[in-house]
């Protein structure tokens, strides 16, 4: 979709204070027909990476190449959606009137326009609320209306900052069905976050950023599992007190709760005692690796 080829960007706040390295000769590929993450923690650079690609400000060098088939000049942006990480909407007109604007800019003829605003307002639940003014929207119902207006022209590779970030779990996963639903259409999208399951669960690619460095690009399992299958640990959590399995003591214990953990090949056996034992489970799962540890784990 695009290629972004050591772009380096720096940020001077005032004449004697040291510019602040924000980017430092970032490359990295957007597949086309892929969901692709953008992992980073807080401060790696991912914002400003976006700006630039949009073209919002611009980069002290490098280059950004988009494929053809987006168009060519600014044409392309009629077939780019954009979620910023702080979206800014007229508190006095309706939601309605906030989304047919959007779509009047984006070249959306009226019918369209009704038809994707009936259609993704229903889906977001937010179509009861369209003829009320932003100003009485909660936060959750913005996000949702942001999510709406970056996508109401049908673009073909959706772009957005953080789009969960502040939303309750149905809303994470409300935003992450719309984006399989997209990416089933034929859709790129590419969108940043610093909570690692958040993209695991439904990218295939992801780039990961650190301190304005591209550190990783490619599959996610590949990050997630590569060199640490065997090491995978599990956690077991029991709905009744149980003060061992096997060798494995409770790392934990509240009242009459307990959590086990334990490697991998462990998992059948702790399966076979949970069926011999009545263990009331509360819960079973794979820990996953915290962003840290994927850093680290790219590093060495
Ligand atoms: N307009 C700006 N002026 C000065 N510093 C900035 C500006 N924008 C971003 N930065 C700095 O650049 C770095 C990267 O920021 P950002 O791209 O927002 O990271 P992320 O989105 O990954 O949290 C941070 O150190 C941030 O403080
Ligand atoms: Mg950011």
Not at 142 to 166: K, S, T, V, Y
Not at 239 to 255: A, F, M, R, T
Not at 273 to 296: A, D, G, K
């Amino acid at each position: 979709m695009f290629d972004f080829i050591n772009i380096s960007k720096r940020f001077k706040t005032d004449f004697w204070v040291k510019p602040v390295i924000a980017l430092d000769s970032v490359s990295f590929k957007l597949q086309p027909g892929t969901i692709t993450g953008f992992l980073g923690a807080n401060g790696a650079g991912k914002t400003t990476c976006l700006k630039i690609l949009l073209g919002f400000i611009s980069q002290d060098s490098g280059q950004i190449e988009f494929s053809n088939r987006l168009g060519l000049g600014l044409k392309k942006f009629e077939k780019i959606g954009f979620f910023p990480e702080r979206p800014y909407f007229y508190p006095d007109l309706t939601g309605r009137e906030f989304l047919e604007f959007m779509g009047q800019i984006t070249n959306v003829e009226k019918t369209r326009r009704n038809k994707n605003i009936g259609m993704w307002s229903a889906k977001l639940k937010i179509d009861q609320a369209l003829n009320r003014k932003i100003r009485a929207y909660s936060k959750g119902m913005l996000q949702r209306l942001g999510l709406i207006a970056a996508i109401i022209h049908d673009p073909e590779l959706i772009i957005l900052d953080e789009p969960m970030a502040g939303l309750d779990p149905i809303g994470r996963k409300e935003f992450k069905d719309i984006f399989v639903q997209l990416w089933k259409e034929g859709r790129t999208v590419f969108f940043s976050s610093h909570i690692v399951s958040d993209i695991e669960e439904i990218c295939s690619k992801v780039i990961v950023l650190e301190k304005g460095k591209a550190l990783y690009q490619g599959d996610i399992d590949r990050l997630l599992l590569s060199g640490q299958s065997n090491e995978e640990k599990w956690e077991l959590k029991t709905n009744n007190y149980i003060n061992s399995i096997g060798i494995h003591k409770p790392i934990q214990i509240l009242e009459n709760k307990a959590t086990f953990q334990f490697n991998k090949q462990e998992v059948k056996e702790v399966l076979k005692y949970i069926s011999e034992n009545n263990v009331e489970i509360q819960s079973l799962s794979c820990l996953r690796p915290s962003l840290e540890e994927i850093i680290y784990k790219i590093k060495s």
